[in-house]
C-alpha cells in the first residue's frame, strides 16, 4: 500500500503548551499561505513565518486571503482560525476549535443544566462587575437590580463628563440610524463586545448558545461575556466618539473600540474569565486545551476507547 500523501500531521507530543503560545494573532490584507510547519503571511512589505505550533487562534481580518494548505496546518497544529472584522471587532465564522479536549464545554454544559451551579457561575459573574462586594447571598432579582443601577450611574459620569445630553438607552435594533449619536454609538460598540466574545468562546470549544444569565438565544453565553467589558469598554468609547461628531459614527466607534481591545488584551482576558467561570476549582484547566483523549462513557466511569469489550457479558 503506499503511502498517505502529503505531509505528515504534527504529533500532540511536538506541539507547544498552551501556556507557552501566543495566544492570538490577528492579520488583515495579506495572503496566508504555509511553508513547511509555518504559517506565511505575505504583503506588499514582505514574508512572515509564525511557527504553527505556537499558535492558539489565527484572527482573519479583512482583505486576508488562506490556502487550503494553510487551514491544514492551522487544524493539524491545534490551532483555529476565525474570520472577524477589523482588529476581531465582528465575528463571521470559525473553522475547528482551539481546544482538542472537550473539557470547557463538558462543564457549560453541566453548570448551565443544574439550578445550583447556574445560580454560581450567574453570580461569579456580577461579582466581576462588583469587585470586593459579597453577591453570594443576593438573589438573581437583587443582582439585575443592583446591575442596572450601575449602568445607569455610569451612563449619567460619561454624560457629565463629556457634555453629552443623556436621557436613556433608546433604540431600534431593524434601524440604527434612528437612535441619536450616542444611541447609534453605543449600539456600534455593543456589537463589536459581541463579535470579540463570540470569536473567543468558538475558539475554546464552548457553546455561543448556553448562557447563565442570557437564555433562549443561540449567542446567550455571548451577550453574558459581553456584559462584563461593557463598562470598561462599550460605554465609556460610545460617548466619547457621539462628543467627537464624527461623519460616520458606527465606523468610528468601531476603530476606536479595535484599538481599545488590542491596547487593553481583551482577547487573552477572556479567555481567563471563561476558565475562571466554568472551571473554578481547576486553576491550570487552560493547560489540558491539548489533551487528546477520546474515551466510551459509563455510569462507573469512562473507560478506554480504541479496546475490544466483545468478552463482556451481554445483558440480553
Known amino acids: 500500500m503506499s503511502d ?21 494573532i490577528y492579520l488583515e490584507r495579506a495572503v496566508i499561505h504555509r511553508d513547511a510547519n509555518a504559517i ?9 513565518h509564525i511557527p504553527a505550533a505556537t499558535l492558539g487562534a489565527l484572527l482573519l481580518g479583512p482583505g ?13 497544529s491545534g490551532s483555529t482560525a476565525v474570520w472577524v472584522g477589523e482588529r476581531g ?17 463538558e462543564a457549560q454544559a453541566l453548570a448551565v443544566s443544574n439550578q445550583t451551579s447556574r445560580l454560581r457561575v450567574a453570580r461569579a459573574m456580577y461579582a466581576m462587575r462588583f469587585p470586593g462586594d459579597n453577591v453570594d447571598a443576593l438573589t438573581m432579582q437583587q443582582l439585575r ?6 449602568v445607569r450611574r455610569i451612563y449619567r459620569e460619561h454624560a457629565h463628563r463629556t457634555g453629552i445630553e443623556w436621557n436613556r438607552r433608546d433604540y431600534t435594533p431593524d434601524d440604527f440610524t434612528a437612535g441619536d449619536p450616542v444611541n447609534q454609538a453605543l449600539s456600534a460598540a455593543t456589537t463589536c463586545l459581541y463579535g470579540i466574545t463570540h ?3 468558538v475558539a475554546l470549544g464552548c457553546s455561543p448558545g448556553l448562557g447563565f444569565v442570557h437564555t433562549g438565544h443561540e ?25 467627537e461628531a464624527p461623519d460616520d459614527i458606527g465606523a468610528a466607534t468601531r476603530r476606536a473600540v479595535r484599538d481599545a481591545v488590542h491596547a487593553g488584551g481583551l482577547l487573552t482576558r477572556c479567555c481567563r474569565d471563561i476558565h475562571t467561570l466554568l472551571l473554578p476549582d481547576e486553576p491550570d484547566a487552560g493547560d489540558s486545551w491539548d489533551a487528546d483523549v477520546v474515551e466510551l462513557w459509563d455510569r462507573a466511569g469512562n473507560l478506554a476507547a480504541g479496546t475490544s469489550y466483545d468478552d463482556e457479558e451481554v445483558p440480553w
Open 145 to 150: 437590580g443592583r446591575e442596572g443601577a450601575r
Open 4 to 24: 498517505i500523501p502529503g505531509i505528515r500531521p504534527v504529533r500532540i507530543g511536538e506541539l507547544v503548551r498552551a501556556q507557552d503560545r501566543l495566544t492570538f
Open 40 to 48: 506565511t503571511a505575505t504583503d506588499e512589505r514582505g514574508v512572515v
Open 64 to 76: 486576508t486571503r488562506i490556502t487550503h494548505q494553510a487551514m491544514m496546518l492551522l487544524a493539524e
Open 199 to 201: 470569536a473567543v468562546v
Open 219 to 243: 449567542r446567550s453565553f455571548v451577550f453574558d461575556l459581553a456584559d462584563l467589558y461593557k463598562a470598561e469598554y462599550a460605554i465609556p468609547i460610545a460617548f466619547d466618539i457621539a462628543a
Open 89 to 105: 471587532v465582528r465575528y463571521y465564522a470559525h473553522g475547528r476549535s482551539l481546544a482538542r479536549s472537550s473539557r470547557l464545554l
